[in-house]
């Protein structure tokens, strides 16, 4: 494979299959299918050589491609991969071909539909990752918002046009503002460099200028607009009203997809723009960013544990992890940065297995409610096991990927931040509360309910879909090191240290 | 006069004597008349044919005309946005049994109107082409004349159209009492001799050309005839109506303002332009969320867009106009897409055009739905499409030309909007099919036209150096 296309093979597959897909009979349910599963699986195999090409001890681009595209205002059709882009591209790749696994059978209407979005949508998300020109990562970033708006929509719970509907302002309210920083930005730099240019490296060469009080100071302005997209994508505490619908609304596919890879374009755009274009701005927002985080630790634990229908208690474990992630980027250490990048990762492993897992009883009940359940474990051992694999990954047990990111979050942070990483301690506390009771509840007790005595176990298809999120818990917790050394340079860059 | 001034109004001579022969051809030979669209179609390509194969040669007709770039810019988006509807019309027209040389003759001479008006140098050019485009679409409105709706909107339109043109005609007098001369080419070298600043005259003028045209465009305040005659005209005509006189009338206004530099006469005249371009924005938008009615939802939808459109000539310069031009062509085929979708759902011409009725359509005709849906998007402004590149340039004219705020409130009134299309989205896909699905006829032109459209939304939304490039161009011509 020549790596001067690379990055736009593993961009563009997805669309350019689900595009030729349009023109297939509706009827050809068995032909949308595997298309989009051999779509997902060829471009997870472009990230695999983008991988094995990569180049660890390199913090700039790599693969970089660049096209002209609208020269007289200074856009191109760039993309590089770094460290952070790659593990987030392989997350994306790998969950992708897990979604058409786990929505083979659930999803029986409108299958075309549904696998055309899906491959818009991991366009979308891939594009945003590697997109290093602004209005590129503009455009991408825009794309993911219709097919999700489909997926929710169509494909979704009993609430969901109000879910999709939701979704969709959320999203557009913060980014729109971003369009309008983005093309301020390109005007500072016209300013300074004489030159129009939208391209993401030409930006960081930029000091965009700080100025008096908040509505006089370009920076706290653009910073502000930047991180109102963001924080509303993660979410960040006050803004995150539209997931609980979204994530309980949307077919299994769907919240995989949304907890796995869509909020960590959040966290991801906090990192890659946010931080370095405007430092100082930063530097005055990370005490209401800290405390935002650890609100949004606390209380999505809180009541994530006061919630009945499991899906929805995944959804507010969300926040909570949200939050570590936002903990450990606002921190600023190399230690605490890392531990978030990889937190992003395994919260996407972690919390995209619970989904499935979710996705995977709901199918056979049609009921998420947990008093519904009860004894599982003697019924289902594999489905149990593998449960609980998710959930002691999901609450930090050592040898697992969420304690390596936990930890290197919580260290990291605690030279500089003691109080907010005593408080977010706690969160892990009421991690394994919540899911452990959940745990309990729905596996061990009594069965009282006369359906859950001849429920079926995991499938193999279903288990084939869970298997490399099990995995990757294990390696991810025995050796992060693979991963953790891809991304530390890229890091090193962007906070400067 | 010499041959190179007959050479450079070309286009317009075919169009003209096209029209001429289909409404002759009607009235001796009616039994041609399923032949009338293609012939229409037929001069549309030709007159486009020649406007691209004859040199510009800048001011003509003793400078009453400018045929430049910018001129063959405008007559690009008015011959293609004729071309689309003629395609349109004519399954349209056989369904209503209205299919008559003169629906095609005062089409054609219409958009002669608007391709005169937007190359028009002098002032009473101005005015001989408004009257030529609205004249025609007055009749075009009421052509279903049995229809209470449609005689409404042509009376409508014609009622406050005669009100503009006298507006229009009083400013120009006043101009002309100011300046001495009617050329506009005139009037900016004697506007650049010595300062007008507040002069009464002048001031008058430029109040009485804005909202003379502001009529045109349906601006706020100037808007409340919108909604009726695009809801009671035909609907190929209303797709007409709803791109072409504004194209042009923009571009009048364009050349208005680079000759008469109104900032010079008053420094309010960026805070009015500015407020009127707010007001429709923020007005088409609300009352776009109540409107129940598809063609009233297009009315208001559009009120915005030209409000949205306006922001580039607040901005005015290089930036803006190019953004001004790119946005009238985004605008036509999204438009025109939706309206050629519309003129398919509906089974009987009197009855409302309701959003209902699309209800669960998304998946019974993939194809005209999946064409609605993507000009929703793109008058949505979210990319990949067209919509958000237009969009994206005119905001970034107004932040380059130091008016930050005007594209804040032109992204949140993009939010705002953003409801009311997504709903149609809504109702195309994720409504369940009525009992009783009304049974619409989808004829092969309207699928070209909106198939056409769709490919235009997306293609010049992931491509937009052609169209930009071709605006930069035209641009060049006022500003440099």
Same mark, same amino acid.
């Given at each position: 494979?020549?790596?001067?296309?690379?990055?736009? =093979?593993?961009?563009?597959?997805?669309?350019?299959?689900?595009?030729?897909?349009?023109?297939?009979?509706?009827?050809?349910?068995?032909?949308?299918?595997?298309?989009?599963?051999?779509?997902?699986?060829?471009?997870?195999?472009?990230?695999? %050589?983008?991988?094995?090409?990569?180049?660890?001890?390199?913090?700039?681009?790599?693969?970089?491609?660049?096209?002209?595209?609208?020269?007289?205002?200074?856009?191109?059709?760039?993309?590089?991969?770094?460290?952070?882009?790659?593990?987030?591209?392989?997350?994306?790749?790998?969950?992708?071909?897990?979604?058409?696994?786990?929505?083979?059978?659930?999803?029986?209407?409108?299958?075309?539909?549904?696998?055309?979005?899906?491959?818009?949508?991991?366009?979308?998300?891939?594009?945003?990752?590697?997109?290093?020109?602004?209005?590129?990562?503009?455009?991408?970033?825009?794309?993911?918002?219709?097919?999700?708006?489909?997926?929710?929509?169509?494909?979704?719970?009993?609430?969901?046009?109000?879910?999709?509907?939701?979704?969709?302002?959320?999203?557009?309210?913060?980014?729109?503002?971003?369009?309008?920083?983005?093309?301020?930005?390109?005007?500072?730099?016209?300013?300074?460099?004489?030159?129009?240019?939208?391209?993401?490296?030409?930006?960081? &060469?930029?000091?965009?200028?700080?100025?008096?009080?908040?509505?006089?100071?370009?920076?706290?302005?653009?910073?502000?607009?930047?991180?109102?997209?963001?924080?509303?994508?993660?979410?960040?505490?006050?803004?995150?009203?539209?997931?609980?619908?979204?994530?309980?609304?949307?077919?299994?596919?769907?919240?995989?997809?949304?907890?796995?890879?869509?909020?960590?374009?959040?966290?991801?755009?906090?990192?890659?723009?946010?931080? +370095?274009?405007?430092?100082?701005?930063?530097?005055? %927002?990370?005490?209401?960013?800290?405390?935002?985080?650890?609100? =949004?630790?606390?209380?999505?634990?809180?009541?994530?544990?006061?919630?009945?229908?499991?899906?929805?208690?995944?959804?507010?474990?969300?926040?909570?992890?949200?939050?570590?992630?936002?903990?450990?980027?606002? %921190?600023?250490?190399?230690?605490? &940065?890392?531990?978030?990048?990889?937190?992003?990762?395994?919260?996407?492993?972690?919390?995209?297995?619970?989904?499935?897992?979710?996705?995977?009883?709901?199918?056979?009940?049609?009921?998420?409610?947990?008093?519904?359940?009860?004894?599982?474990?003697?019924?289902?051992?594999?489905?149990?096991?593998?449960?609980?694999?998710?959930?002691?990954?999901?609450?930090?047990?050592?040898?697992?990927?969420?304690?390596?990111?936990?930890?290197?979050?919580?260290?990291?942070?605690?030279?500089?931040? +003691?109080?907010?990483?005593?408080?977010?301690?706690?969160?892990?506390?009421?991690?394994?509360?919540?899911?452990?009771?959940?745990?309990?509840?729905?596996?061990?007790?009594?069965?009282?309910?006369?359906?859950?005595?001849?429920?079926?176990?995991? &499938?193999?298809?279903?288990?084939?879909?869970?298997?490399?999120?099990?995995?990757?818990?294990?390696?991810?917790?025995?050796?992060?090191?693979?991963?953790?050394?891809?991304?530390?340079?890229?890091?090193?860059?962007?906070?400067?240290? | 006069? /010499?041959?190179?001034?007959?050479? *450079?109004?070309?286009?317009?001579?075919?169009?003209?004597?096209?029209?001429?022969?289909?409404?002759?051809?009607?009235?001796?030979?009616?039994?041609? !008349?399923?032949?009338?669209?293609?012939?229409?179609?037929?001069?549309?390509?030709?007159?486009?044919?020649?406007?691209?194969?004859?040199?510009?040669?800048?001011?003509?007709?003793?400078?009453?005309?400018?045929?430049?770039?910018?001129?063959?810019?405008?007559?690009?988006?008015?011959?293609?946005?004729?071309?689309?509807?003629?395609?349109?019309?004519?399954?349209?027209?056989?369904?209503?049994?209205?299919?008559?040389?003169?629906?095609?003759?005062?089409?054609?001479?219409?958009?002669?109107?608007?391709?005169?008006?937007?190359?028009?140098?002098?002032?009473?050019?101005?005015?001989?082409?408004?009257?030529?485009?609205?004249?025609?679409?007055?009749? $075009?409105?009421?052509?279903?004349?049995?229809?209470?709706?449609?005689?409404?909107?042509?009376?409508?339109?014609?009622?406050?159209?005669?009100? *503009?043109?006298?507006?229009?005609?009083?400013?120009?007098?006043?101009?002309?009492?100011?300046?001495?001369?009617?050329?506009?080419?005139?009037?900016? !070298?004697?506007?650049?001799?010595?300062?007008?600043?507040?002069?009464?005259?002048?001031?008058?003028?430029?109040?009485?050309? $804005?909202?003379?045209?502001?009529?045109?465009?349906?601006?706020?305040?100037?808007?409340?005839?919108?909604?009726?005659?695009?809801?009671?005209?035909?609907?190929?005509?209303?797709?007409?109506?709803?791109?072409?006189?504004?194209?042009?009338?923009?571009?009048?206004?364009?050349?208005?303002?680079?000759?008469?530099?109104?900032?010079?006469?008053?420094? @309010?005249?960026?805070?009015?332009?500015?407020?009127?371009?707010?007001?429709?924005?923020?007005?088409?938008?609300?009352?776009?969320?109540?409107?129940?009615?598809?063609? @009233?939802?297009?009315?208001?939808?559009?009120?915005?867009?030209?409000?949205?459109? $306006?922001?580039?000539?607040?901005?005015?310069?290089?930036?803006?106009?190019?953004?001004?031009?790119?946005?009238?062509?985004?605008?036509?085929?999204?438009?025109?897409?939706?309206?050629?979708?519309?003129?398919?759902?509906?089974? /009987?011409?009197?009855?409302?055009?309701?959003?209902?009725?699309? *209800?669960?359509?998304?998946?019974?005709?993939?194809?005209?739905?999946?064409?609605?849906?993507?000009?929703?998007?793109?008058?949505?402004?979210?990319?990949?499409?067209?919509?958000?590149?237009?969009?994206?340039?005119?905001?970034?004219?107004?932040?380059?030309?130091?008016?930050?705020?005007?594209?804040?409130?032109?992204?949140?009134?993009?939010?705002?909007?953003?409801?009311?299309?997504? !709903?149609?989205?809504?109702?195309?896909?994720?409504?369940?099919?009525?009992?009783?699905?009304?049974?619409?006829?989808?004829?092969?032109?309207?699928?070209?036209?909106?198939?056409?459209?769709?490919?235009?939304?997306?293609?010049?939304?992931?491509?937009?150096?052609?169209?930009?490039?071709?605006?930069?161009?035209? *641009? !060049?011509?006022?500003?440099?």
């Amino acid at each position: 494979m020549p790596t001067d296309s690379l990055l736009s =093979a593993i961009v563009l597959t997805p669309a350019v299959v689900g595009l030729l897909l349009l023109a297939t009979p509706r009827a050809a349910q068995r032909l949308h299918r595997w298309a989009g599963l051999a779509a997902s699986l060829v471009t997870l195999a472009f990230a695999a %050589a983008a991988w094995a090409q990569f180049d660890p001890a390199n913090a700039a681009f790599q693969f970089v491609e660049k096209r002209q595209w609208l020269p007289t205002v200074g856009i191109s059709y760039r993309l590089g991969m770094d460290g952070i882009s790659l593990v987030l591209v392989l997350l994306t790749a790998l969950l992708q071909p897990i979604v058409f696994v786990s929505s083979w059978k659930s999803i029986r209407e409108n299958v075309k539909g549904y696998v055309v979005s899906m491959l818009l949508l991991e366009t979308g998300i891939l594009g945003a990752f590697l997109a290093t020109d602004l209005f590129l990562f503009y455009v991408f970033w825009e794309l993911m918002l219709v097919p999700m708006y489909f997926i929710i929509g169509v494909w979704g719970g009993e609430r969901r046009i109000y879910a999709a509907v939701k979704f969709v302002l959320f999203t557009l309210a913060g980014s729109l503002l971003m369009l309008v920083a983005i093309i301020y930005l390109s005007f500072v730099h016209h300013a300074q460099v004489r030159l129009w240019s939208f391209a993401y490296e030409d930006m960081l &060469t930029l000091s965009v200028p700080m100025g008096q009080g908040f509505w006089h100071s370009p920076q706290m302005l653009l910073f502000a607009a930047f991180a109102l997209a963001f924080a509303i994508k993660v979410p960040v505490f006050p803004l995150h009203t539209w997931l609980p619908d979204a994530h309980t609304e949307a077919p299994t596919g769907g919240s995989i997809i949304l907890a796995g890879v869509l909020l960590k374009l959040g966290t991801y755009g906090l990192l890659r723009f946010n931080r +370095p274009l405007f430092p100082q701005a930063w530097a005055a %927002a990370t005490p209401l960013f800290l405390t935002l985080a650890v609100i =949004a630790i606390i209380y999505g634990a809180l009541v994530a544990w006061a919630q009945r229908d499991m899906k929805k208690l995944v959804a507010y474990s969300s926040v909570t992890h949200m939050g570590f992630v936002v903990l450990g980027l606002f %921190a600023g250490t190399l230690a605490s &940065t890392q531990g978030a990048l990889l937190q992003m990762i395994n919260h996407g492993l972690s919390t995209g297995a619970l989904f499935l897992l979710v996705g995977v009883i709901y199918d056979r009940r049609h009921t998420r409610l947990i008093e519904d359940f009860g004894g599982l474990a003697a019924v289902m051992p594999l489905y149990t096991g593998a449960f609980l694999l998710a959930t002691l990954a999901s609450i930090g047990l050592p040898g697992l990927n969420g304690f390596v990111g936990e930890f290197l979050i919580l260290t990291g942070s605690f030279a500089r931040y +003691p109080a907010a990483v005593v408080l977010a301690t706690t969160g892990i506390v009421l991690g394994a509360v919540y899911m452990l009771s959940l745990v309990q509840r729905v596996f061990w007790n009594a069965i009282t309910q006369p359906e859950n005595r001849s429920l079926a176990d995991l &499938t193999w298809q279903e288990a084939l879909a869970f298997a490399p999120l099990g995995v990757l818990m294990i390696w991810i917790g025995v050796h992060p090191g693979t991963f953790l050394s891809l991304s530390e340079a890229a890091v090193r860059r962007l906070i400067g240290g | 006069m /010499n041959p190179s001034d007959l050479i *450079a109004i070309l286009p317009e001579l075919v169009l003209v004597l096209a029209g001429g022969i289909l409404v002759l051809a009607d009235a001796f030979a009616p039994g041609l !008349r399923p032949r009338f669209g293609v012939f229409a179609a037929l001069s549309t390509v030709a007159a486009l044919a020649l406007r691209w194969t004859t040199p510009l040669p800048g001011a003509v007709w003793s400078g009453a005309l400018s045929v430049d770039a910018l001129a063959r810019f405008v007559d690009t988006y008015v011959l293609a946005a004729l071309l689309l509807v003629v395609a349109m019309a004519d399954p349209y027209l056989a369904r209503t049994r209205a299919r008559f040389g003169e629906f095609y003759g005062l089409v054609l001479w219409s958009a002669t109107g608007a391709m005169t008006l937007a190359k028009a140098d002098h002032l009473l050019v101005v005015f001989v082409g408004l009257e030529l485009l609205s004249i025609s679409l007055y009749v $075009l409105n009421a052509f279903h004349c049995d229809s209470a709706l449609s005689l409404e909107a042509g009376w409508k339109y014609l009622v406050v159209g005669a009100f *503009a043109s006298a507006l229009l005609l009083f400013g120009i007098a006043l101009l002309y009492g100011a300046t001495g001369t009617f050329s506009l080419r005139a009037t900016a !070298r004697v506007i650049g001799e010595r300062s007008f600043a507040g002069d009464p005259l002048l001031l008058g003028a430029l109040a009485l050309l $804005l909202a003379g045209f502001g009529f045109k465009l349906a601006l706020v305040p100037f808007h409340a005839w919108a909604p009726d005659v695009y809801q009671g005209s035909p609907t190929p005509v209303t797709a007409f109506l709803s791109v072409v006189p504004k194209g042009v009338v923009l571009i009048a206004l364009a050349r208005a303002v680079a000759s008469l530099t109104p900032t010079a006469i008053s420094p @309010r005249w960026v805070t009015l332009l500015a407020t009127v371009a707010v007001g429709s924005q923020v007005l088409g938008n609300l009352v776009a969320i109540a409107q129940r009615d598809l063609k @009233r939802m297009l009315a208001y939808s559009g009120i915005a867009h030209m409000g949205y459109a $306006l922001v580039g000539l607040v901005a005015f310069g290089f930036d803006g106009l190019t953004g001004v031009l790119v946005y009238l062509a985004a605008y036509t085929f999204m438009n025109i897409a939706a309206f050629a979708v519309v003129s398919a759902f509906s089974e /009987n011409e009197d009855e409302p055009h309701l959003i209902n009725d699309l *209800a669960g359509q998304g998946w019974q005709r993939p194809f005209l739905s999946f064409a609605l849906a993507l000009s929703m998007l793109s008058l949505a402004g979210i990319p990949p499409t067209v919509g958000f590149v237009a969009k994206f340039l005119v905001f970034r004219a107004a932040v380059n030309g130091g008016m930050a705020w005007l594209a804040v409130v032109g992204v949140i009134n993009s939010l705002v909007s953003v409801f009311f299309y997504v !709903r149609v989205i809504y109702y195309l896909y994720m409504k369940p099919l009525p009992q009783r699905a009304p049974s619409y006829s989808e004829p092969l032109a309207v699928r070209l036209v909106a198939g056409a459209c769709a490919l235009a939304i997306v293609l010049l939304g992931m491509l937009p150096a052609w169209v930009l490039g071709a605006g930069e161009l035209a *641009a !060049r011509t006022l500003v440099r």
